[in-house]
């Protein structure tokens, strides 16, 4: 187990650095892009206007433009591949002059319009993933109003480091965010070529060209070349995708935000460790969320191996639906697509739960024959607890005290769901839609989750409200008692005591 978990920390460690790279090499363009822009309308408006200067950024100075000319030079001249049937260049088009309104021969007047700038960016790469010997997915963000108004196209090159043969495919592109998008819009492109790439054993590098045809701009095709993913030599090992995968069950948590409570998170971690047992993972990603409190009892589980933790806090840059979560989610699944049987999706306010005559692996068993499953919700009040607590109340797990469930008819409950990976190619927050083999939603009785909405960002002590009656009506909601995760508390404290110790004691809520 040790030697698998620092094999994954490597992994984890290097592909980390890569995107660095590539993510300040896209930010250098792309400042760089600002300081031209302003250079170009300095040297066209020299000519008529005495006053330019003022228009400059204040930390423009010659040398940020010689600096980025040399750098853009370097980019330009460092790469070995053709540009030769690309129509155009990273940067944004720039008028060749100002246009002024015009009076025609016939009298009318010819407005002029003038373009200033780009308000989104056509492609922001989040990462690349190879997934068989001639496949590939790109995942990132683009202007969600050049998806929805305009066609932009994807053409991917992969280009073998042997003999710089290079060849294409046309990129099939994914929009999983079911339109919740805001000023971007999540895109997963498939690139799949007719026949294996860079698998001589010398490397290569995957090329994503990304064309707006025309959308924001009919005069532009502006193509921006994207190297998506650089395959060092002796990298690429296909056996990867057609061993057994090495974790059994992984979690694929979306971002997490807010003032979450330390305490609950603590509940959960221990719940689903125990759950999903010694061969399973769980992927976190912090997008503000993860302040020191909740370090503190994801840690012990990070040290067992159990928990990576990815900062996702960057993309925080990019406005989209929900701190990008689904791109977050279509990162999780390729990223670790044939390192697991089965991945989870669901939120850290939910907990899977199967019924205790059976087990996971005989309920996963009892699945096999599909590629996805839904789960159904079980929703608990986050306010509702026993008033034989009382006086108790602070020390008792959240998913012990609550125990009151919301049995309000005629809701469309929200549904988590798990699926094999290797059977899907995109996916969203609720399923995927993207898969091949069959979906079930019919596993009442067999596996279901409580949620416990509200609780996970409360800080304060949740039990609001003490009761007595097996069932009761609160605000016009009917809730019934349901002490089915109360009975689970003490097994999994003490899960906890004997993986961890007494480390996480003192947690806070
Ligand atoms: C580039 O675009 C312009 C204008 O759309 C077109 O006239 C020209 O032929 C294109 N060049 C290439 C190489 O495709
Ligand atoms: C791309 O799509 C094809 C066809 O659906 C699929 O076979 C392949 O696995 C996909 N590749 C990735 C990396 O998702
Ligand atoms: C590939 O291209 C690079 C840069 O143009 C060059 O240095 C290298 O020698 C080429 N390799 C082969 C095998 O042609
Ligand atoms: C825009 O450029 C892309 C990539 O070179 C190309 O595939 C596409 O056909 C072009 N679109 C138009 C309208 O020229
Ligand atoms: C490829 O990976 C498998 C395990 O997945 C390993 O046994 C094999 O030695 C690797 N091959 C190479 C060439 O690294
Ligand atoms: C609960 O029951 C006890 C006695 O059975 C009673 O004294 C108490 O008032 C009840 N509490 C509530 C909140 O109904």
């Given at each position: 187990m040790a030697s698998m978990v620092k094999d994954l920390r490597e992994k984890e460690r290097k592909s980390v650095k890569k995107g660095g790279d590539m993510n300040v090499f896209v930010g250098l363009i792309w400042n760089c892009a600002v300081e031209l822009k302003f250079l170009l309308y300095a040297l066209l408006l020299l000519s008529s206007l005495a006053t330019t200067l003022q228009f400059l950024p204040a930390h423009f100075t010659i040398s940020t433009v010689r600096y980025c000319l040399s750098d853009a030079a370097a980019a330009t001249t460092d790469t070995r591949f053709s540009t030769a049937d690309i129509n155009s260049t990273s940067f944004s088009p720039q008028p060749t002059s100002i246009k002024a309104d015009q009076r025609q021969d016939n009298g009318v007047l010819k407005r002029a319009f003038n373009p200033y700038g780009a308000a989104a960016y056509n492609f922001i790469l989040m990462s690349a993933y190879r997934g068989g010997s001639n496949s590939f997915a790109v995942l990132g963000l683009a202007s969600k109003p050049l998806h929805v108004f305009g066609q932009p196209t994807y053409k991917c090159d992969y280009q073998s480091s042997d003999s710089n043969a290079t060849v294409t495919t046309a990129g099939v592109k994914n929009l999983p965010d079911w339109g919740y998008g805001r000023v971007y819009t999540v895109v997963v492109v498939n690139c799949t070529f007719p026949s294996p790439v860079?698998?001589?054993?010398?490397?290569?590098?995957?090329?994503?060209?990304?064309?707006?045809?025309?959308?924001g701009d009919r005069d532009f095709n502006i193509t921006d070349r994207i190297e998506a993913l650089s395959e060092?030599?002796?990298?690429?090992?296909?056996?990867?995708?057609?061993?057994?995968?090495?974790?059994?069950?992984?979690?694929?948590?979306?971002?997490?935000?807010?003032?979450?409570?330390?305490?609950?998170?603590?509940?959960?971690?221990?719940?689903?460790?125990?759950?999903?047992?010694?061969?399973?993972?769980?992927?976190?990603?912090?997008?503000?969320?993860?302040?020191?409190?909740?370090?503190?009892?994801?840690?012990?589980?990070?040290?067992?191996?159990?928990?990576?933790?990815?900062?996702?806090?960057?993309?925080?840059?990019?406005?989209?639906?929900?701190?990008?979560?689904?791109?977050?989610?279509?990162?999780?699944?390729?990223?670790?697509?044939?390192?697991?049987k089965w991945m989870f999706f669901f939120d850290v306010d939910e907990f899977i739960y199967v019924p205790r005559k059976?087990?996971?692996?005989?309920?996963?068993?009892?699945?096999?024959?599909?590629?996805?499953?839904?789960?159904?919700?079980m929703p608990m009040s986050g306010k509702l607890c026993l008033s034989k607590d009382a006086g108790k109340i602070p020390k008792k797990w959240g998913f012990e005290k609550l125990v009151y469930r919301d049995v309000k008819r005629g809701i469309r409950r929200d549904r988590k769901y798990a699926v094999r990976p290797r059977d899907v190619f995109v996916t969203g927050v609720h399923m995927s839609q993207n898969l091949q083999g069959k979906t079930t939603h019919k596993t009442q009785g067999q596996i279901k989750y409580f949620h416990y909405h509200g609780t996970i960002a409360e800080r304060q002590e949740?039990?609001?409200?003490?009761?007595?009656?097996?069932?009761?009506?609160?605000?016009?909601?009917?809730?019934?008692l349901d002490t089915t995760m109360r009975e689970v508390a003490p097994f999994v404290k003490r899960f906890e005591h004997n993986t961890i110790g007494h480390l996480l004691q003192t947690a806070h809520q």
């Open positions: 860079g698998t001589d054993g010398f490397g290569g590098r995957l090329i994503l060209h990304a064309a707006t045809h025309g959308g060092p030599p002796g990298s690429v090992n296909l056996s990867h995708f057609t061993s057994p995968p090495k974790y059994e069950y992984l979690y694929c948590g979306s971002s997490l935000y807010g003032n979450l409570n330390p305490q609950r998170l603590r509940e959960w971690m221990a719940y689903h460790v125990r759950l999903f047992g010694k061969k399973s993972h769980f992927v976190i990603h912090d997008a503000g969320g993860v302040h020191p409190g909740v370090m503190e009892v994801l840690w012990p589980w990070m040290e067992l191996g159990y928990v990576s933790l990815h900062d996702i806090r960057e993309q925080e840059r990019f406005d989209g639906y929900y701190h990008n979560q689904f791109l977050i989610v279509n990162d999780c699944l390729h990223r670790y697509r044939f390192m697991a059976s087990s996971l692996r005989s309920v996963m068993d009892s699945l096999k024959d599909y590629s996805q499953f839904t789960i159904e919700q949740p039990c609001r409200k003490l009761l007595n009656d097996t069932q009761t009506i609160v605000s016009g909601t009917p809730y019934v």
